[in-house]
């Protein structure tokens, strides 16, 4: 079955780093494009970022974009999602996320990970 | 940015109750519309794609609609397990946002 596992968070301050990672299985990796979405502390559902199938094209969130940085390898099927910059209101649940249709950008999110807390504070 | 609106923001209903929750979405998104559920602590779960379309493995007391707008998410006849959180989400247009939520509570 499709799994997505999520690690790396963690705390750490402001204006530190973290890079968190998402490893996928039950699938085939290299043929689907896969999001980051997280949700702040008593809040709803943010979508951070996208890396399409073979990494030749990214998206981010306006939130994020310049600070957040993914990546994947295929080979190891796991995508990365570099933080850098970080601010208080970055702190959430990050969760990886699947795309609904092979090859394509659907921004449609088929099979979530559990998700890896980040909290950013001093 | 399309903005997504939800309501209403929490429900308590029996089981065996029929309930719906809205969304309406501030421009035009055609059917590009998503419902998910989520039960904290746990992976969120796609159920509808496409405003109607059910996503395998879903079960059939669940169903989407549009009616211009305005986007329904139905529950026929809740059970234990669909006590959750629910969310649209447009996928029409960048930031591809969500709704606020929907929490369905056991009454």
């Known amino acids: 079955q499709v799994q997505l596992v999520e690690s790396g968070g963690g705390v750490v301050q402001p204006g530190g780093s973290l890079r968190l990672s998402c490893a996928g299985s039950?699938?085939?990796?290299?043929?689907?494009?896969i999001h980051w979405v997280r949700q702040a502390p008593g809040k709803g559902l943010e979508w951070v970022a996208f890396i399409r199938y073979d990494g030749s094209n990214k998206y981010y969130a306006d939130s994020v974009r310049g600070r957040f940085t993914m990546s994947r390898d295929n080979s190891k099927n796991t995508v990365y999602l570099q933080m850098n910059s970080l601010r208080a209101d970055d702190t959430a649940v990050y969760y990886c996320a699947k795309e609904w249709e092979v090859g394509a950008t659907t921004w449609t999110f088929e099979y979530w990970g559990q998700g890896t807390l980040v909290t950013v504070s001093s | 940015d399309i903005q997504m609106t939800q309501s209403p923001s929490s429900l308590s209903a029996f089981v065996g109750d029929r309930v719906t929750i809205s969304c309406r979405a501030s421009q035009s998104i055609y059917s590009y519309l998503n419902w998910y559920q989520h039960k904290p602590g746990n992976a969120p779960k796609l159920l509808i794609y496409?405003?109607?379309s059910l996503q395998t493995g879903v079960p059939s007391r669940f169903s989407g609609s549009k009616s211009g707008a305005d986007f329904t998410l139905t529950i026929s006849s809740l059970r234990p397990e669909d006590f959750a959180i629910y969310y649209c989400q447009q996928s029409y247009s960048t930031p591809y946002g969500f709704g606020q939520g929907t929490r369905l509570e056991i009454q």
């Open positions: 496409a405003a109607s």
């Open positions: 039950g699938f085939t990796f290299s043929s689907y494009g």
